[in-house]
């Protein structure tokens, strides 16, 4: 048998083998319509969710619709023929490698940061107990200042630094709306040194892939600042109050960017 041939009777097999279009378990299991993944079911032409769906196994595990309908160029909200992607590279869509990670939000539930390329975005490891925390008011205060000139704060619990953040994502999550009003997303608890490093912090910290901002968190609340581009743009110092003039200038310049 020649290799074209030996090649075209596998894919053969392989696509006979794969899972029916528009199966009704699949939309059983994941406790939606069938119409939430396809434009046109007796067809199988799918919408993003289906596209992603198809492309991650038949599993909507870390599934972000937020983010997803962002890339595809549609609105979450859409299903059907509407959540047909306007992008024609969707779903192999290229996002910037700092914005490339989903992390758990405060409530567990998966955030794709590539939904914030576009903002500038300032991401912070906080923490409850520490000398620093007042500063999640000044925090606050920026991000309701500057949020609909495309802001948004990104807060990362850690409890790397004498473990001043000991509680659990319902404690913290409580102790920031209570005390500091906050309103900005906030995330589960990583880690931003050591083995257990999460892979955002890995990236941000590596000179490989940071050359210019690069280095060791030095402590709670310290700041990366990325444009709406996904460059990392500055970083400022654990104890530096994110309202000093200095860091309100350089993010002003990073929303007056295009």
Same mark, same amino acid.
């Given at each position: 048998?020649?290799?074209?041939?030996?090649?075209?009777?596998?894919?053969?097999?392989?696509?006979? $083998?794969?899972?029916?279009?528009?199966?009704?378990?699949?939309?059983?299991? #994941?406790?939606?319509?069938?119409?939430?993944?396809?434009? /046109?079911?007796?067809?199988?032409?799918?919408?993003?969710?289906?596209?992603?769906?198809?492309?991650?196994?038949?599993?909507? %595990?870390?599934?972000? /619709?937020?983010?997803?309908?962002?890339?595809?160029?549609? &609105?979450?909200?859409?299903?059907?023929?509407?959540?047909?992607?306007?992008?024609?590279?969707?779903?192999?869509?290229?996002?910037?490698?700092?914005?490339?990670?989903?992390?758990?939000?405060?409530?567990?539930?998966?955030?794709?940061? $590539?939904?914030?390329?576009? $903002?500038?975005?300032?991401?912070?490891?906080?923490? $409850?107990?520490?000398?620093?925390?007042?500063?999640? &008011?000044?925090?606050?205060?920026?991000? #309701?200042?500057?949020?609909?000139?495309?802001?948004?704060?990104?807060?990362?619990?850690? /409890? +790397?630094?004498?473990?001043? #953040?000991?509680?659990? #994502?319902?404690?913290?999550?409580?102790?920031? *709306?209570?005390?500091? &009003?906050?309103?900005?997303?906030?995330?589960? &608890?990583?880690?931003?040194?050591?083995?257990?490093?999460?892979?955002?912090?890995?990236?941000?910290?590596?000179?490989?892939?940071?050359?210019?901002?690069?280095?060791?968190? *030095?402590?709670?609340?310290?700041?990366?600042?990325?444009?709406?581009?996904? *460059?990392?743009?500055?970083?400022?110092?654990?104890?530096? +109050?994110?309202?000093?003039?200095?860091?309100?200038?350089?993010?002003?310049?990073?929303?007056? %960017?295009?």
């Amino acid at each position: 048998m020649h290799p074209w041939l030996r090649t075209y009777v596998w894919l053969a097999v392989l696509l006979l $083998s794969t899972p029916a279009l528009a199966r009704p378990d699949y939309a059983k299991k #994941e406790k939606v319509d069938c119409g939430y993944c396809h434009v /046109n079911i007796a067809a199988g032409y799918f919408t993003y969710r289906g596209l992603y769906y198809r492309l991650h196994r038949y599993s909507f %595990a870390n599934f972000d /619709n937020v983010a997803e309908a962002r890339l595809a160029g549609v &609105k979450p909200d859409f299903v059907g023929n509407d959540a047909a992607p306007t992008n024609p590279d969707y779903p192999n869509v290229k996002v910037a490698p700092v914005l490339n990670f989903t992390m758990k939000d405060i409530l567990g539930n998966p955030v794709k940061l $590539s939904r914030y390329e576009g $903002s500038v975005v300032l991401v912070v490891n906080v923490a $409850s107990k520490c000398g620093n925390t007042p500063q999640y &008011k000044s925090l606050e205060t920026l991000y #309701e200042k500057y949020k609909d000139k495309g802001l948004v704060v990104l807060g990362f619990p850690c /409890n +790397d630094f004498g473990a001043q #953040e000991p509680g659990t #994502e319902k404690e913290i999550k409580e102790f920031c *709306e209570a005390t500091y &009003k906050v309103a900005f997303p906030m995330f589960s &608890k990583v880690a931003v040194k050591g083995d257990a490093t999460a892979p955002l912090y890995k990236f941000l910290t590596d000179k490989a892939t940071n050359p210019k901002f690069s280095g060791p968190i *030095e402590w709670n609340f310290a700041k990366f600042i990325i444009g709406r581009h996904g *460059e990392i743009l500055g970083r400022v110092k654990a104890g530096t +109050d994110p309202l000093t003039p200095a860091v309100v200038a350089e993010i002003e310049k990073a929303l007056a %960017a295009k």
